[in-house]
């Protein structure tokens, strides 16, 4: 039974399609099932998928693509479920109706949080809406700075109101988005490359929450 992941903040450039993107490359290069949903309505993820599919021609890319309706969300899951390890959504940045449908119809919510004063106000209402809906959530700090004490603020500040916060952190490398404009993840490149490795830790984290 596959289980259904979604990436999800109300601020907008946390981070949540390249995670998506690179998560999805990690598990379909290590042979699972794994089945992408664009949520957002700017279609980065769709953009990245279209630019893979160039890139690699008529290779088997293993990341299978479906079409959101927030209103038929659950039974379309309920559908696909049983075909994938793993059924990523990206989540619009913002806490609409479709955002509420995505919420409830995940497993488990890992929200990508920058290491800033704007993000941190972001994020605290959106855990507040997945605990209303009884939903498990992880904060992930993505482009953090070594050694930058506002990163520690914000953990500090993030524990304080709550929240469960990943052990594994992204950086901001030029890689991401380097490897995102032609439709590639950074475990594509190199395995053993720094950023290649904090996909990894995060990737297994996250199956250690299953």
Not at 160 to 174: E, H, L, N, P, W
């Amino acid at each position: 039974m596959g289980k259904i992941i979604s990436f999800a903040n109300q601020k907008g450039g946390s981070g949540k399609t390249t995670l998506s993107a690179n998560l999805a490359v990690l598990w379909a290069n290590s042979d699972y099932k794994v089945a992408v949903i664009d949520a957002d309505a700017q279609k980065s993820l769709t953009y990245w998928l279209d630019a893979r599919k160039k890139y690699y021609g008529e290779e088997p890319m293993g990341i299978d693509s479906y079409a959101f309706d927030p209103r038929n969300l659950k039974e379309d899951l309920k559908k696909i479920k049983r075909k994938y390890n793993f059924i990523i959504i990206d989540s619009p940045p913002s806490i609409t109706f479709e955002t509420i449908q995505i919420v409830k119809s995940s497993d488990y919510i890992f929200v990508p949080v920058q290491p800033s004063p704007l993000d941190l106000m972001a994020t605290i209402p959106f855990l507040n809406v997945a605990k209303e809906e009884r939903k498990k959530t992880t904060v992930i700090l993505n482009r953090v700075m070594p050694r930058a004490k506002l990163t520690e603020a914000m953990i500090m500040r993030l524990r304080y109101a709550g929240a469960k916060i990943a052990r594994s952190r992204v950086s901001g490398k030029i890689i991401y988005a380097e490897t995102f404009s032609v439709g590639r993840g950074v475990v594509d490149i190199s395995v053993t490359s720094d950023a290649s490795k904090e996909i990894i830790n995060v990737g297994n984290e996250i199956v250690r929450n299953f």
